[in-house]
């Protein structure tokens, strides 16, 4: 059990290598067939991880050195370093056991959803066990709890969203496993009754000059040199000891540029591989299922929402985390949300943009993001004896909103 959980469920390249492998082999593809696409399927994985991580990488500093400026302080046993050292045996068997449910759902239920994001089967385990230790569960109740509320975040939030993912994708094969789930529906549900569909973000008229501007790459890095080069002078901490913010700044860029296409290049390529060979699985273990991925493969379908949402999100969230601040609206101070702004609003962006293109991925966004800074607060202050610090800088999302209602369960239950 702790093999499967810590060398394979918790490594996603090997997790989706494996999958394909089965696939293909139930399909009976020969063994240079079945080599080649467990191999392409771990690799494009590789590569979307670790353009996510070169994009994290970038990201982290920002959310750094703003905590620093306002003189925030990660206090011990609010992290998840720490809170993962006392309770990760229970995340673990959590998690264990909310596959065992997961996979049953999806067997016998008309919700045919398997969950592959891989780092998303360990931290909503996380959140809920962090939810039932506010609560006053322990043991085998504390296991259970994590388990079920697990299985079903895992089952039924990509369900939910999918007619929305279909939308934007143009593709049926797939659904979206990620904490963008509540900001998605949101931007959705907002961008169908305010936006216009015929104008897409996608056919934005560019002069020839600033055709440049088309590339996904090429924005994204300007668009981080300006954030770091803009948060370095309000928090000088940023800039490396006898660094110089120009390059400091514009090497930032660079690398979430070079991170956008290494994560862009696996998405693509772990989509070619695993569709096909997961229908294997589907047909012959659970009949119909479609496999939930990371919010980082909408990212392919309409790139320029992706930057307008994470602009959209960082000024409108931004401005809100300055207004509660000053009024001190949940008793804590509230950082920028830079991480979930790029990744669940710009996922958030995707679908707005499905539902009411340029104008619908503006608003829908928008209105996500001021839910963002409202769901980050509540759950900062519920989790504040756990991982207060860790849901500040990627709550936010789905993180916050299940956590929220874990918490209210969990009180029916606490003591027990």
């Not at 089965?22 to 399909?27: C, F, H, P, R």
């Not at 385990?125 to 085998?140: K, M, R, T, Y």
């Amino acid at each position: 059990m702790n093999f499967i959980s810590n060398y394979i469920l918790k490594n996603p390249p090997v997790l989706l290598g494996i999958i394909a492998m089965i696939g293909l082999l139930i399909q009976r593809k020969s063994f240079s067939e079945t080599i080649k696409g467990a191999m392409s399927a771990a690799f494009g994985m590789v590569a979307l991880t670790a353009g996510v991580n070169m994009l994290v990488g970038t990201i982290s500093p920002i959310n750094t050195a703003v905590q620093t400026q306002l003189g925030v302080q990660v206090t011990d046993g609010l992290s998840d370093v720490s809170f993962t050292a006392e309770y990760g045996g229970t995340v673990g068997l959590a998690m264990f056991l909310g596959l065992i449910i997961h996979l049953l759902i999806a067997r016998f239920t008309p919700v045919k959803t398997i969950f592959l994001t891989g780092h998303m089967l360990w931290w909503f385990p996380f959140i809920f066990v962090a939810a039932g230790v506010e609560s006053g569960l322990s043991g085998g109740i504390l296991i259970a709890f994590g388990a079920i509320l697990s299985a079903c975040y895992w089952s039924f939030m990509p369900w939910i969203m999918r007619k929305y993912v279909w939308d934007a994708t143009g593709d049926d094969s797939f659904l979206i496993g990620h904490p963008t789930g509540i900001l998605s529906l949101i931007s959705g549900f907002v961008a169908k009754r305010v936006g216009n569909k015929n104008k897409s973000t996608e056919d934005l008229k560019v002069p020839e000059n600033l055709s440049f501007f088309r590339e996904i790459s090429i924005t994204g890095a300007l668009v981080m040199f300006a954030m770091n080069f803009i948060v370095g002078i309000i928090a000088p901490v940023l800039i490396p000891k006898d660094g110089n913010l120009i390059m400091f700044a514009i090497d930032a860029g660079l690398n979430f540029g070079a991170g956008l296409l290494i994560m862009l290049y696996g998405v693509r390529l772990l989509i070619n591989q695993i569709i096909p060979a997961f229908q294997g699985i589907a047909e012959k273990v659970v009949p119909g299922a479609k496999p939930a991925f990371d919010v980082p493969i909408l990212f392919n379908y309409r790139p320029n929402a992706v930057i307008i949402g994470f602009i959209v999100a960082m000024v409108t969230s931004t401005i809100l985390v300055v207004i509660v601040n000053y009024f001190n609206v949940f008793g804590i101070l509230i950082v920028p949300l830079v991480i979930t702004s790029f990744f669940e609003c710009g996922g958030a962006a995707v679908i707005g943009e499905g539902q009411g293109g340029l104008r619908g991925a503006i608003v829908g966004t928008a209105v996500a993001s001021l839910v963002m800074v409202v769901l980050v607060g509540i759950s900062a202050v519920i989790f504040g004896s756990t991982i207060q610090n860790w849901i500040l800088i990627f709550g936010g999302n789905d993180l916050s909103l299940w956590g929220i209602i874990a918490k209210l369960l969990g009180s029916l239950f606490g003591g027990l």
